[in-house]
């Protein structure tokens, strides 16, 4: 069964030697300490939710706030990952089980205020990747629950659900993978990735839909071992979609192979950012010679993209030992890219992130 994006890559990445850097500090001749934080602190976005295995080697979610504290969400033995801030930033979705055994994850609701965890769906199945609607009351996620015995691409469709659980309804009905689904800022649409045109794993591209599942359109077109990832609205205004392309010469499922992803890393990078609009028209928005990962996220203004990098850590042999993962702000075109946040504990272990 297909695992979902760069989650294996990523939990072998968390085992090896990674390194971490550290906060700048006073320079020791009284003169005002530098804010580290200032970069995120004049970004429009109040909060950033993210996974990290800082304090459990099954990670845990936390919070960063526009002061630059950071709060762990999630304090138990579970996996959490792909977490979704709901709208009004008081409610964060995600999925969580056990880490070694995906057919153990569901999804999992959070009230930020009172901390109530609700759990919401209970299946021997793969369900993640869950997002809001624009007005909180509908949650959208992947789930593999239909066929376990599909193709070699697997057999992932779009469900939805009340915000407490209810109501459960399939959208679509592929015999190949439909992931990683996204609703657009008005609520009419949503954004997914699917393998159904290609009919090949890992050969994933960007489709958009009604929001009852109707009107299926596919907006982006691949070769090779291109495969998009993780699209994302534009919330100023739904004609805008960015999404993460794996540009590798082989297929990204190899980098699960520790052997392969150590040796052969050359041919598993880049991940570049890209966007479409709603004619399938796309721009490339970075050359990243090494990976992206994760997410990648519009600011709540449509101005800023914030997503995730890998900086591979390699030995005197070219092979990767390990690699820090950051947070990467630049403007809507691509330009000005700077780290948002400084290195930290969580440098090296951080995955999917929303804010």
């Known amino acids: 069964m297909k695992l979902l994006l760069l989650t294996v890559v990523l939990v072998l990445l968390s085992g090896l030697a990674l390194s971490c ?7 020791g001749d009284n003169e005002p300490e530098e ?14 939710v993210f996974m990290s295995k800082a304090d459990s080697e099954e990670g845990e979610l936390y919070l960063l706030d526009h002061t630059g504290e950071i709060t762990r969400l999630t304090n138990n033995t579970r996996h959490e990952n792909n977490p979704a801030l709901s709208r009004d930033n008081k409610k964060v979705v995600f999925n969580a089980g056990d880490a070694s055994n995906q057919l153990t994850w569901d999804i999992y609701a959070l009230d930020l205020d009172t901390k109530q965890e609700t759990r919401l769906t209970n299946n021997n199945v793969i369900d993640a990747h869950p997002d809001w609607s624009p007005d909180g009351s509908k949650i959208v996620f992947g789930s593999f ?11 992932a469709d779009i469900y939805v ?4 659980g209810t109501g459960l309804t399939q959208l679509t009905g592929s015999p190949w993978e439909d992931n990683d689904p996204e609703w657009s800022p008005d609520g009419t649409k949503i954004v997914f990735k699917s393998t159904r045109g290609t009919q090949m794993s890992a050969r994933e591209e960007i489709y958009v839909m009604n929001s009852d599942g109707s009107g299926v359109t596919r907006l982006t077109q691949t070769s090779g071992w291109q ?24 297929a990204w499922t190899d980098g699960t192979d520790p052997t392969i992803l150590a040796n052969k890393w050359q041919e598993l990078t880049p991940w570049n950012m890209y966007t479409v609009d709603l004619a399938g028209n796309t721009q490339k928005l970075t050359s990243n010679a090494q990976a992206g990962w994760g997410a990648v996220v519009y600011s709540s203004d449509g101005s800023k993209i914030l997503y995730g990098r890998l900086d591979w850590i390699l030995d005197s042999s070219n092979r990767i030992i390990g690699a820090d993962h950051r947070l990467i702000l630049m403007n809507a075109d691509g330009s000005d890219q700077k780290q948002l946040i400084p290195d930290d504990r969580h440098t090296p272990t951080l995955e999917y992130f929303d804010w």
Do not use: C
């Open 21 to 27: 850097g550290e906060g700048h500090e006073g320079n």
């Open 35 to 48: 804010d580290v934080y200032a970069l995120w602190k004049a970004q429009l976005n109040q909060e950033i």
């Open 145 to 155: 629950r239909d066929d376990l015995t599909g193709p070699a691409a697997g057999v």
């Open 161 to 164: 659900m009340n915000a407490d």
């Open 227 to 250: 495969s998009d990832h993780d699209p994302s609205w534009n919330p100023a205004g739904y004609a805008d979609i960015v999404f993460v392309r794996f540009e590798g010469s082989r």
